[in-house]
């Protein structure tokens, strides 16, 4: 235990000495930090480590299991491959920003209290959106705010779930905690923020394809995992689960048939994606848990694989990525053209690709507990999937229309980084068992029976059919320049509606307001102030001098004298005193 | 000179041989895949999966409606000008 660090340190601490390194050092220095780490998590025993004391409650930053140790193995696979794939970019901000991103996440996944879980998960926040901002565009900026408020509420959300729920138990441990009462659904909720569930979804598919090239690969593989994790961890066999993960498999695939840009497109198929891991994770028997975790190794590898053959194109291609202006690339990018399919085999869950592994066990734990509905929707969601990732993406950008660009292929570390990724989509696709070993539970599920390598053969092959047959009679909806709404509209025009609403209501008060107080009402009380000495002083003195026989010119000439005295203030002593009598014993009478 | 020969270059599917050999592997692998079905055991976890070439039909019928829905029902509802939030 002496030489052994948390996980989180050595990234996080190693990405923010990064702007120290200079010259040709750096990018060998950054790669090694994700290998040391690697090296370093492999010789952590299973257990609980560093706990240190905090007030009256223990902190634990290394919650070590089965479930923690895969998603651990994982992140640093992926954050070698994402730091490889960015490592031509001159400016730290990114690299740090990365490395401290992939830090906190593993910070995240070991995590045994709620506090520094917390403390994590704001950081992924924090530091991704750096990733965004990095593309110094309009639209990143504008995405880049957005991503930010509603991570911000998710937080908030999240933490006020975990201060009700430690003032009800008593204790931080992060754990298992279901979902039974308020302080429960607000953590839920804030897993649920992250883990884009429908409707608190739109922060993704809004910021990712406006992130950087590099950036997305990051972003792909960190958020929404460290939420399925968190779910698997706190929320499984949570019943819920099984529609939202449904429902999440489900609908994105209708956008992703109609989206241009072909990023934005993957950030749909990620959404579906997590739908089957949080689908997994609401079913919560040993093989849905194995099937949620192991599609999520998966699918981290793909995502990445396919966001990162789309950069590539972006890279080479002025920062295209809309189908309208993509096409027929393979002849001059053959080999990123070649990982692009086998991410696109992988996340159709082709044989020999690793989602045939994963999703179908999730699939298979949906049918063995009877869940007829949720069976039939993934099987609709797993046609989506063909639709969108596995024809679409290389379709639109690699064959299509000859839109005449003939690019580069892309770099040499590039084409590593996609290498790598690919080597693994095949290797966990056809020799499953070693992925499954490291499962948190034991693995009795057998992908490659004949029955079901037909039918999923089958379901590919005449998915395809189905696409050429659309093509061909000209009915697949033309691509075309436009913007889909989804639920972002609501504080995207909310927003500006918010806007008019305080415009119209608060400077409208102020006009009124401005009217009434500044424009009539001073003047009035002004000119009453000015007018009823006047009235009252001349209202009782005029029938006194009646009465004293004053008449004609000499009553005008006293009026006269009384009321230029009291116009410039000069009015005698007397009549000063009597006014302020008749006052006071005015107010006294109204009193 | 160079540049002249790579627009001239042909490549792979600018060859409508290649194309042809392309479609007609895949229209075979359809056939197949149609007549394997006969040849082994099915063990289904719904009834309706036992039905003949299930998961052929599915996987079309679901593809179509999916597109054809995207496009009829949801593009009209949602589509608007690029900038539309600007």
């Not at chain 1, 140790?69 to 690299?95: D, T």
């Not at chain 1, 490291?438 to 599920?445: G, K």
Request: glycine share 8%; hydrophobic share 50%; charged share 10%.
């Amino acid at each position: 235990m002496t030489n052994v660090l948390p996980p989180a340190a050595i990234f996080i601490i190693g990405g923010l000495l990064v702007p120290l390194i200079k010259g040709k050092w750096k990018s060998a220095y950054m790669l090694l930090i994700p290998v040391v780490g690697f090296i370093n998590l492999i010789n952590i025993p299973e257990g609980t480590h560093w706990v240190v004391g905090f007030m009256e409650y223990d902190l634990i930053f290394g919650k070590v299991d089965r479930l923690s140790l895969l998603f651990g193995y994982i992140f640093h696979l992926i954050s070698f491959v994402a730091i490889l794939y960015a490592i031509h970019l001159k400016h730290n901000l990114q690299h740090v920003a990365g490395l401290v991103y992939a830090g906190s996440a593993l910070g995240v996944v070991f995590a045994g209290d709620l506090f520094s879980f917390f403390v994590f998960w704001e950081m992924l926040t924090v530091a991704s959106i750096f990733l965004i901002w990095a593309r110094r565009t309009k639209a990143a900026q504008g995405a880049g705010y957005r991503y930010l408020l509603v991570h911000a509420a998710g937080g908030l959300c999240l933490l006020a779930g975990i201060a009700l729920y430690v003032n009800q138990t008593g204790s931080i441990e992060f754990g298992y905690i279901g979902l039974n009462g308020f302080a429960t659904l607000l953590i839920f909720l804030g897993f649920g923020v992250n883990c884009a569930w429908p409707f608190l979804h739109p922060w993704l598919t809004d910021a990712y394809p406006e992130a950087t090239i590099t950036g997305t690969i990051f972003l792909s593989a960190f958020t929404t995992k460290c939420a399925v994790y968190a779910l698997a961890r706190a929320f499984p066999g949570t019943e819920a689960l099984i529609w939202i993960g449904a429902i999440m498999t489900a609908f994105p695939i209708f956008y992703a048939v109609i989206e241009n840009n072909l990023r934005r497109v993957l950030s749909y198929s990620l959404i579906n994606q997590v739908g089957f891991m949080v689908c997994g994770i609401g079913i919560g028997t040993q093989m849905a848990i194995n099937g949620a975790v192991s599609h999520a190794v998966n699918d981290i590898l793909f995502k990445a694989l396919l966001f990162m053959s789309m950069g590539a194109v972006m890279y080479r291609n002025d920062n295209k990525i809309n189908c309208t202006a993509l096409g027929g690339l393979y002849r001059t990018m053959p080999l990123t053209c070649i990982f692009c399919i086998i991410g696109a085999a992988s996340i159709s869950a082709v044989p020999l690709f690793s989602g045939f592994v994963s999703k179908s066990m999730v699939m298979d734990a949906a049918a063995t507990g009877h869940m007829q509905i949720i069976y039939f929707i993934l099987l609709f969601a797993s046609v989506g999937v063909l639709e969108h990732a596995g024809i679409k993406i290389p379709f639109f950008a690699f064959f299509g229309h000859d839109s005449g660009l003939r690019p580069k292929e892309a770099p040499l570390h590039m084409l590593l980084a996609m290498g790598i990724a690919a080597f693994f989509c095949i290797f966990n696709g056809s020799f499953p068992s070693y992925l499954y070993s490291l499962l948190p539970y034991p693995v009795e599920y057998v992908p490659y029976t004949i029955p079901h390598v037909v039918g999923q053969t089958q379901l590919i092959f005449f998915a395809a059919l189905a696409f050429i047959f659309l093509t061909l009679s000209g009915m697949s909806p033309a691509e075309m320049r436009a913007v889909n709404v989804d639920a972002d509209w609501f504080y995207r025009k909310g927003g500006g509606l918010f806007y008019r609403v305080m415009d119209i209501s608060m400077n409208g008060i102020n006009r009124i307001a401005d009217r009434v107080i500044v424009g009539e009402l001073t003047g009035s009380i002004c000119r009453i102030f000015q007018r009823w000495p006047e009235v009252l002083c001349l209202g009782v003195m005029i029938p006194l001098w009646s009465v004293t026989g004053t008449r004609g010119k000499d009553l005008h000439g006293k009026i006269e004298r009384t009321r230029s005295a009291l116009q410039t203030h000069t009015s005698p002593i007397g009549i000063s005193a009597a006014m302020a009598t008749i006052f006071l014993v005015l107010i006294y009478l109204l009193m | 000179m160079k540049q002249e020969n790579s627009e001239d270059k042909k490549y792979l599917f600018d060859k409508p041989g290649n194309m042809k050999i392309l479609a007609w592997s895949f229209f075979l692998s359809l056939v197949f895949l149609l007549v394997l079905e006969f040849f082994i055991h099915k063990h289904s976890h719904f009834p309706s999966e036992e039905w003949p070439e299930f998961y052929c039909v599915f996987a079309f019928v679901a593809f179509v409606a999916l597109v054809l829905s995207a496009k009829y029902i949801l593009r009209p509802l949602v589509k608007r000008r690029e900038d539309y939030y600007d």
